[in-house]
């Protein structure tokens, strides 16, 4: 079960593998984009290449769904990036359901841990897989694998590296349930203060100039390539244009004069930012219904839009 690009390695890993796969459960297809058009999951054109049983249920309660799963009989049910299963589904299988979960379990436990662990400024993430029960991320772990977070790395990156290293590691999960050698542990055996991961929010991806350029780098890395780290610009006029910054770098040991959010820039090759501690040098941002672009491409086409102006 799953839906978006991270599960699709998993599945094909499984394909390949010794293992059965009798059908695939994903989101049912939903309009998408400016022009609303219907656009299929990765999962579900990963399927259809393949001649892989599709299901794409509404709801996961449906009793005729349901029966679909009980007539099928699995040994095992694998969840990767899907939505909170109810217990009547999860408990189908005789093996039990398992979870791909990216981040090293109980840590940033929701939504979007590869988001969260970067812009928190983690020199490490990792994966885990788990025994599904009842609460979202909290059955007992089966395993896990530590994974080294570059500091440029941005969360594109990240989520293309540990897509493939958890296709592997579910696979050593799916062996070891095969050959009975699981030894799961509960999750409060490994508790400390926890971290969050919770969906991200227009309100969170905004940038708070206040914080040091280290932290704002770190929301920007965490936040890019999507949905964007934003800020809003406004002109000595009082007009507002919003902008994402999708890539910077943090100008060691240098100081900008002028309040948090000034700007300064030769309208030809740099951007820099003043941040609550420290400075930011801007590499690649997007105007609000523009395309993404380099500093140096967006100075020469609205660098007029930064003179005299700040972000804030």
Same mark, same amino acid.
């Given at each position: ?5 991270? =599960? ?14 009798? *059908? ?7 309009? *998408? ?29 449906? =009793? ?6 009980? $007539? ?38 929701? =939504? ?40 440029? @790395? ?10 493939? *290293? ?5 696979? @050593?999960?799916?062996? =070891?349930?095969?050959? %009975? ?29 206040? #914080? ?39 100008? @060691? ?7 948090? $959010? ?5 309208? #030809?090759? /740099? ?6 501690? %420290? ?24 660098? /007029? ?8």
């Amino acid at each position: 079960m799953g839906t978006p690009e991270f =599960a699709v390695p998993s599945l094909e890993a499984i394909l390949n593998s010794k293992h059965e796969v009798e *059908a695939v459960v994903t989101a049912p297809d939903k309009p *998408a984009g400016r022009g609303r058009k219907i656009a299929f999951s990765d999962v579900k054109i990963f399927c259809e290449k393949h001649d892989i049983p599709l299901l794409q249920p509404v709801s996961l309660k449906d =009793a005729g769904f349901l029966n679909i799963i009980k $007539g099928i009989k699995p040994d095992l049910m694998v969840v990767v990036a899907f939505r909170m299963l109810p217990e009547m589904l999860w408990s189908i299988p005789e093996k039990g359901t398992i979870n791909l979960h990216a981040s090293l379990l109980p840590q940033y436990r929701g =939504a979007a841990p590869i988001n969260h662990a970067i812009i928190n400024g983690e020199k490490q993430t990792g994966l885990t897989t788990f025994f599904i029960n009842n609460k979202i991320d909290t059955g007992n772990i089966i395993k896990q694998q530590v994974i080294d977070i570059d500091p440029e @790395e941005n969360m594109g990156e990240l989520h293309d590296r540990m897509k493939i *290293a958890g296709s592997q590691l579910l696979l @050593e999960t799916l062996d =070891a349930i095969d050959n %009975g050698n699981v030894q799961a542990i509960t999750q409060e055996s490994v508790a400390e203060k926890l971290i969050p991961a919770p969906k991200l929010s227009r309100e969170t991806t905004r940038i708070d100039w206040n #914080k040091t350029a280290e932290q704002i780098n770190n929301q920007i890395r965490g936040l890019s390539p999507y949905p964007g780290a934003w800020t809003t610009m406004i002109g000595k006029d009082g007009t507002e244009n919003s902008f994402k910054i999708l890539s910077a770098i943090v100008v @060691e040991d240098t100081e900008l004069p002028g309040e948090v $959010g000034s700007i300064e820039t030769d309208v #030809k090759s /740099y951007i820099h930012v003043k941040c609550g501690t %420290g400075m930011l040098k801007v590499n690649k941002l997007q105007l609000s219904g523009r395309g993404a672009m380099l500093t140096d491409e967006f100075l020469r086409g609205y660098g /007029y839009l930064l003179i005299d102006n700040k972000y804030e």
